[in-house]
């Protein structure tokens, strides 16, 4: 038997705060630097006028379409499907619009995943798989005896408490 694995996807696939700060730039004229949302959440970094706009991008159409994935994710999530049977988790339901794009960026980037293997709900908390990859630690809180992986994004720099990841070549070392 395989053991079971829940692989996140914003800012643990995809780079998503890449993208939020993309469609910042386009609507503000600039981006938010690495030192500004540094310890944050973008909502949190921006002036506080701004504080709406990044559920008003998540929730229009095609901001899930096209993110940049993370370097190597691609090639490490191929090698570990043969080794574990990966579930894609995604809290995708509080933005309605964003389900067809996740969809179809899994489908293009991750063409060896099938259908089953996407589970896009609402609260994680009914997942029970033998390890989880996520860069939000809230979501391992439910977890019974899981191996988990923080995976490491501004917003989660103070955390102490999960064993981080940084990247795709350091889930290779630990997981393959
Ligand atoms: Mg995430």
Not at 45 to 73: C, M, Q, W
């Amino acid at each position: 038997m395989m053991l079971t694995l829940a692989i996140d996807m914003d800012e643990t696939m995809a780079d998503t705060t890449r993208q939020i700060n993309k469609w910042y730039e386009r609507e503000f004229g600039h981006t938010l630097t690495e030192e500004q949302l540094h310890g944050k959440e973008f909502r949190q970094a921006v002036p506080p006028g701004h504080s709406g706009v990044v559920h008003k991008y998540l929730n229009t159409p095609g901001f899930f379409r096209d993110i940049e994935v993370y370097p190597d994710a691609i090639e490490v999530v191929r090698e570990l499907n043969k080794k574990y049977q990966i579930f894609v988790v995604s809290a995708a339901t509080e933005f309605p619009n964003s389900l067809k794009d996740k969809i179809e960026w899994l489908d293009e980037l991750f063409p060896y995943l099938n259908w089953k293997q996407y589970c896009l709900c609402g609260d994680k908390s009914l997942v029970q798989t033998d390890l989880m990859i996520d860069d939000r630690s809230r979501n391992f809180i439910h977890l019974k005896g899981s191996k988990t992986y923080l995976y490491s994004a501004h917003h989660n720099v103070a955390e102490t408490a999960y064993e981080r990841v940084n990247d795709w070549k350091e889930v290779a070392q630990k997981l393959l």
